[in-house]
């Protein structure tokens, strides 16, 4: 009989630890994912990572076939190269006809000189006159042509910076640090200008989504700790999490989420930050106690 009284306490013992561990909420993780697309067009030469590799931010991920776009670099350099040679030559007339005009100049002065002394005819004045007119008309067109040529180069300068930029973007790079999660093309394959290339994300970091009642929703606020499981051979495995997200506005209840009280219409999404030790997965399913 004591015995009996003693099993009896036990199964109420137990029934009072199974209560108490009933769970407040239940979801499934997330986490930002980031499709990144092809901002050029070309044949992808080759994947420097694969699925479910890490990669750093900033790092090649994947390579488009260069050819194309450095061709067209080599091309306005050339370009560019003339111009230079261009500008410098019109400069050099500009420096030539401006010394002919000073030279003319000062022969205008000796007949000016000579004129009054009756010692030349005005013809030859007249003469001097209108060569210094053709001479001002040249450096007119020459100076024009220099700054044609100088405003050229500023447009082939800007052409060369973006085919550095085009030359650079066939070196897909991570916009962030995470893992990728999954490759759209193949090696060899053409991308377009726009074709996602791979999505990746920062599973480190996790999210876990899930939906409450209005009647909890007393018990939480941002910035609060809370504990997050999932399942685990052994039984649950236990995670700290930080309240991140509450809804200001409520929802119908998605039919792939329960809630504490099943019957509950009407929840608001919340979102919790959870350091991910490997053992979480995207789309994993979640218990949350607060």
Known sequence: MKNFGILILLLIMMLGCSSNHKADAYGSFEADEIIVSSEVTGNILQYTKSKGEKIEAGEVAAIIDTTNYALNLLEIEKSLKMLKLKIKASQQQLQILNTEKSNTEIDRERFVNLITQNAAPQKQLEDIDAALRV?????????????LSQQEHETNQVKLDKAKLMLEKCFVKAPIQGTILQTYCTAGEFAGMGKPIFKLANISLM????????????QLKLGDEIKVYIDNPTGLKEFSAKI?????????????IQTKDERVKLVYKVNAEVINDGSIKIGQPLEVRF
């Open 135 to 147: 001479l001002e008309n040249r450096i007119q067109l020459m100076q024009t042509n220099v700054k």
């Open 207 to 218: 999210k876990a989504n899930f939906y409450i009642s209005e009647p909890q929703l007393a």
């Open 244 to 256: 991140t997200f509450i809804s200001e506005k409520a929802e119908f209840t998605p039919k792939i």
